[in-house]
């Protein structure tokens, strides 16, 4: 593509309202612009890149044995009101109602319209499993659209949906797709870790994010440094190492602790490590009070807390239930001698505080020389603590380590949550009626180009990856009035086409300078600038990636370009 | 693909409620299915089409120099407001408001978000021509959707927009465009025509609509049976051959014809040809009455009276206004002896009736002996006819002939029409501020897919050109149980596919005649049907188009079918 005729309007500063680096370079390089909050145009180098996106999104859903098809966006309300999702998916889904007042969903996902249209067609287990997706426009009204293209009101997915007759069929279904989503991103040059997630109110069992490691994402994994574990911190299980201690027991000492509420305070103020400490807090548990303790320098998970229970709302107890509960203000409750006939349980790690401190349940006061084995009842001792950097890795492999991620995919065991709603069912073996058993598979195709940046970029700009680089390379004629400069240009130009490489010409009249600079923000594999040598056949190839420049006569370029891209063509 | 994998719902009945037959086809091979009225799901097959299809149109867009990128569909409504078509476009276009309370309109067409984006980054000539293209969802509120994907209210379409200083470089890529439509619709296998077209209510020069001839269509089309003349049917021109009638004339006289108001009528009442009769239709041009006269075997083309005028609304007299302006009801009315002082225009046809026929201006009453150049006053002759199958063509090569058309494609020269209502301006040569001048490309995509099969089916299914075909080769062993059917069926299915090629394989366990029933109508150029002779290694292949079968030793299989496929693999 010659420069001229294509539209890239760099800018030479970084706008004042894109905070992430990926969104600033996507706007500085012209690769998008916003049309309002959430709402974006890919122009033409963004949309090369997104092709390459969605050519190996195909291949590797090919792979799988999915099949692609294309479903519509407008989504007749009835199908949502099937599912229930009509009235619980909130104002993030966009409606609207046609010239005949009918009512509409734009897409936020297509579950009811694949469900629907597999239920109308598919009967038999004979036809089952079956895989299909789609590369779609998805709609969701964000009520803070922020960071570009990463989190937009109408962005691009792939979703992809898997029907089948048995669980055994779905464990399959979900292992290919989970391999799938492990090559495409790596083929997009991410580092990324597959996260075990929180499958929440689906009741789906397996799930798991694909996380793209970065400082700007907003969700904290947990992973092994030398396994593949990884984990969303809630979700994460802590190993139970912990010994009961058996140590010499100090006699249990009530002492005046005016004002001093937070473990940090009681820690300072008594000099006493804060592993010492025994943090409690009243939760309610559904419609039931419990203490819950752990070591203070731990936090209370309480995902963990709610399966523990098997409950459905778990949430800290207010002051006011905190004195009506346990007769104490908040900050001096503790397991000894609690007011009140509730249930006590403690973290795994709690076993081994000997000598501790915790809340007196009186107002100004805390022992210490608590041993709880001697001085409180503990109903239960479980894994109720958000792991930690530096914990044993759950696998026994290494040990945990901290990362922030961007989610660009997500594959989930929905079960028979929307079959069963929408009446999706077939006739299995024995010619009974069953319920198909669903997963679905999402990648969000656009989040994943802002990623992608996110990760490949330096002071001057992007620096693509090889398999998705808008162009490979990039040449530039020093000078575009000097023949010789132009004529050579334009003959490697086309040489390389003819190779099968994709071309950046920058035939504009402008300054050398902004054209660096251009081609540095763009950020193409290779640059070869032709300049004065350009008469005798030399020119200059520049690696985007390592800074690496050099000379090369014009014969050797093709096989050395070749090199530098890794053969990859 | 395997059969059993992919999502291909076959149906023996045709549906009740599809009137065409690529709608009809559509649903029986499993390419699509409604959502809901003029909403489509495209299944495997059609996607694939469908991804041809785009594949030709942006190979043919890249060689006509323009650059694909992706506006959004959610399109703020101050955009529409600012080229004044938020309140004009009526309730086509659709409209929603975000959890905000923003309106948008979904788009329909993207003038508004191409022509804000061109405004705000280029400023120069130096930087026009530029010529960007997408291909996208578009959606637009029918009145009354119908015939399946051929007008839907949710439909895929390739809309390209083109900037130029001057109205030579619009010239000039509106040629590269009509080129490249030429080419695409080629490839597509379509019988088309580059017809002609009213450029309308937005004033541009030249318009031309891509037509697939098809009797379903809902636009007739002159054409010339000998060159490449075509033109819609209101815009085509009538060639003045007609010379005064020079010879004997009868008298003048008034005959009673009590009823007889129509063309019709007279001549059978009177037993003269309807050539002989003179039409006369009284016509409100804005605000002035016309007395409108043609052949009584022509109609009046109101177009042309409109730009004989340059009017703005043209529409025939009421009755009321009749009587209120020539003093006679409609049916006797003609040029002799008219009560008032109205124009009189008349077709070129008129001049050379001699002794004809016309309304005396009275009730009950016509003249015959007419000679125009003796008993009346006309002000103008000129051409204000419909052209009619048998006329010379326009181009003065062969005749003309009539087709229905389905519109698949417009190529149009919007002049300043959005840049100058936007604020579209650079700077020329000369530092002068000036209006872009645009043009506007569209491509119905979908309907594309449609008009295809519409062209290419008999009765058995649809017929693919090779160049679109879902797949190429559909391989269908007649009893997958048997083993060495089975296994060479696979072993050939590997074979074409490293060869290339895009292979369908039958794995069904179905009876064979439902298998080639399907086969016929999805449609796949040529057959493969492993039988019993597997063991010998010969199968048997049919050739879709010509029907032609053969038995053949698989030695020669890819060969052969390499060249029944026109090696164009």
């Given at each position: 593509?010659?420069?001229?005729?294509?539209?890239?309007?760099?800018?030479?500063?970084?706008?004042?309202?894109?905070?992430?680096?990926?969104?600033?370079?996507?706007?500085?390089?012209?690769?998008i612009?916003q049309?309002?909050?959430?709402v974006?145009?890919?122009?033409?180098?963004?949309?090369?890149?997104?092709?390459?996106?969605?050519?190996?999104?195909?291949?590797?859903?090919?792979?799988?044995?999915?099949?692609e098809?294309?479903?519509?966006a407008?989504?007749?309300?009835?199908?949502?009101?099937?599912?229930?999702?009509?009235?619980?998916?909130?104002?993030?889904?966009?409606?609207?109602?046609?010239?005949h007042?009918?009512?509409?969903?734009?897409?936020?996902?297509?579950?009811?319209?694949?469900?629907s249209?597999v239920?109308?067609?598919?009967?038999?287990?004979?036809r089952?499993?079956?895989?299909?997706?789609?590369?779609?426009?998805?709609?969701?009204?964000?009520?803070?659209?922020?960071?570009?293209?990463?989190?937009?009101?109408?962005?691009?997915?792939?979703?992809?949906?898997?029907?089948?007759a048995?669980?055994?069929?779905?464990?399959?279904?979900?292992?290919?797709?989970?391999?799938?989503?492990?090559?495409?991103?790596?083929?997009?040059?991410?580092?990324f870790?597959a996260?075990?997630?929180?499958?929440?109110?689906?009741?789906?069992?397996?799930t798991?994010?694909?996380?793209?490691?970065?400082?700007?994402?907003?969700?904290?994994?947990?992973?092994?440094?030398?396994?593949?574990?990884?984990?969303?911190?809630?979700?994460?299980p802590?190993?139970?190492?912990?010994?009961e201690?058996i140590?010499e027991?100090?006699?249990?000492?009530?002492?005046?602790?005016?004002?001093?509420?937070t473990?940090?305070?009681?820690?300072?103020?008594?000099?006493?490590e804060r592993?010492?400490?025994?943090?409690?807090i009243?939760?309610?548990?559904?419609?039931?009070?419990?203490?819950v303790?752990?070591?203070?320098?731990?936090?209370?998970?309480?995902?963990k807390?709610?399966?523990?229970?098997?409950?459905?709302?778990?949430?800290?107890?207010?002051?006011?239930?905190?004195?009506?509960?346990?007769?104490?203000v908040?900050g001096?409750?503790?397991?000894?001698?609690?007011?009140s006939?509730?249930?006590?349980?403690?973290?795994?790690?709690?076993?081994?505080?000997?000598?501790?401190?915790?809340?007196a349940?009186?107002?100004?006061?805390?022992?210490?020389?608590?041993?709880?084995?001697?001085?409180?009842?503990?109903d239960?001792y479980?894994?109720?603590?958000?792991?930690?950097?530096?914990d044993?890795?759950?696998?026994g492999?290494?040990?945990?380590?901290?990362?922030?991620?961007?989610?660009v995919?997500?594959?989930?065991?929905?079960?028979?949550?929307?079959?069963?709603a929408?009446?999706?069912?077939?006739?299995?073996?024995?010619g009974?009626?069953?319920?198909?058993?669903?997963?679905?598979?999402?990648?969000?195709?656009?989040?994943?180009?802002?990623?992608?940046?996110?990760?490949?970029?330096?002071?001057?700009?992007i620096?693509?990856p090889?398999?998705?680089a808008?162009?490979?390379?990039?040449?530039?004629?020093?000078?575009?009035?000097n023949?010789?400069?132009?004529?050579?240009?334009?003959?490697?130009y086309?040489q390389?086409i003819q190779?099968?490489?994709?071309?950046?010409?920058?035939d504009?009249?402008?300054r050398?300078?902004?054209?660096?600079?251009?081609?540095?923000?763009?950020?193409?594999?290779?640059r070869i600038t032709?300049?004065?040598?350009?008469?005798e056949g030399?020119?200059?190839?520049?690696?985007?990636?390592?800074?690496?420049?050099?000379?090369?006569?014009?014969?050797e370029?093709?096989?050395k370009?070749?090199?530098?891209?890794?053969?990859?063509?």
């Amino acid at each position: 593509m010659k420069q001229s005729m294509t539209f890239i309007p760099t800018l030479r500063e970084v706008p004042a309202d894109a905070e992430v680096k990926s969104h600033q370079l996507m706007l500085r390089a012209g690769f998008i612009r916003q049309n309002t909050s959430g709402v974006y145009s890919y122009l033409p180098l963004a949309h090369k890149v997104l092709k390459k996106i969605e050519q190996i999104v195909r291949e590797e859903m090919d792979k799988a044995g999915a099949s692609e098809l294309f479903m519509p966006a407008l989504q007749q309300a009835e199908l949502w009101q099937e599912s229930g999702r009509w009235y619980s998916y909130g104002p993030e889904l966009m409606r609207l109602k046609d010239r005949h007042g009918r009512e509409f969903a734009l897409g936020a996902t297509h579950e009811e319209v694949i469900t629907s249209l597999v239920r109308d067609e598919v009967k038999s287990y004979k036809r089952l499993p079956l895989s299909l997706y789609q590369i779609q426009t998805k709609f969701r009204d964000e009520k803070r659209p922020r960071f570009g293209i990463l989190r937009g009101r109408e962005f691009i997915m792939k979703d992809a949906y898997s029907f089948h007759a048995t669980s055994e069929s779905l464990d399959e279904g979900y292992q290919k797709m989970f391999n799938a989503y492990q090559n495409i991103f790596s083929r997009c040059g991410l580092d990324f870790r597959a996260v075990i997630a929180d499958s929440g109110a689906m009741g789906g069992k397996d799930t798991h994010e694909f996380m793209v490691l970065s400082d700007i994402g907003e969700d904290t994994i947990a992973y092994s440094d030398t396994s593949q574990y990884a984990a969303n911190i809630e979700m994460a299980p802590v190993i139970d190492s912990y010994e009961e201690s058996i140590g010499e027991m100090e006699q249990l000492e009530k002492i005046e602790t005016p004002n001093q509420k937070t473990i940090e305070e009681i820690s300072a103020y008594l000099t006493v490590e804060r592993e010492k400490c025994i943090k409690s807090i009243l939760f309610k548990v559904d419609d039931r009070f419990v203490l819950v303790l752990v070591r203070g320098d731990h936090e209370v998970n309480d995902i963990k807390v709610k399966n523990l229970y098997g409950a459905t709302v778990v949430d800290i107890a207010t002051a006011e239930e905190v004195i009506e509960n346990v007769k104490c203000v908040a900050g001096f409750i503790g397991p000894i001698n609690v007011k009140s006939d509730i249930e006590i349980i403690a973290d795994n790690a709690v076993k081994s505080i000997s000598n501790g401190v915790c809340g007196a349940n009186e107002e100004g006061f805390h022992y210490k020389g608590v041993n709880l084995k001697r001085d409180a009842k503990i109903d239960k001792y479980a894994d109720l603590r958000f792991i930690q950097e530096g914990d044993k890795s759950p696998d026994g492999e290494g040990t945990i380590k901290f990362a922030k991620g961007i989610e660009v995919g997500h594959v989930f065991k929905l079960g028979t949550r929307y079959s069963e709603a929408m009446g999706a069912t077939f006739l299995d073996e024995n010619g009974r009626t069953q319920p198909m058993i669903m997963g679905c598979y999402g990648i969000g195709v656009s989040r994943t180009l802002a990623a992608i940046i996110e990760q490949h970029n330096d002071e001057n700009g992007i620096v693509w990856p090889t398999t998705i680089a808008p162009y490979q390379i990039h040449i530039i004629p020093v000078n575009v009035k000097n023949d010789s400069q132009k004529n050579l240009a334009e003959s490697l130009y086309n040489q390389f086409i003819q190779s099968g490489f994709e071309v950046l010409l920058d035939d504009r009249q402008e300054r050398v300078g902004v054209k660096f600079a251009d081609a540095d923000l763009i950020g193409l594999p290779v640059r070869i600038t032709v300049g004065k040598k350009a008469e005798e056949g030399i020119v200059e190839v520049k690696v985007r990636k390592t800074g690496e420049a050099f000379e090369l006569a014009v014969t050797e370029l093709q096989s050395k370009v070749k090199q530098i891209l890794g053969n990859e063509k």
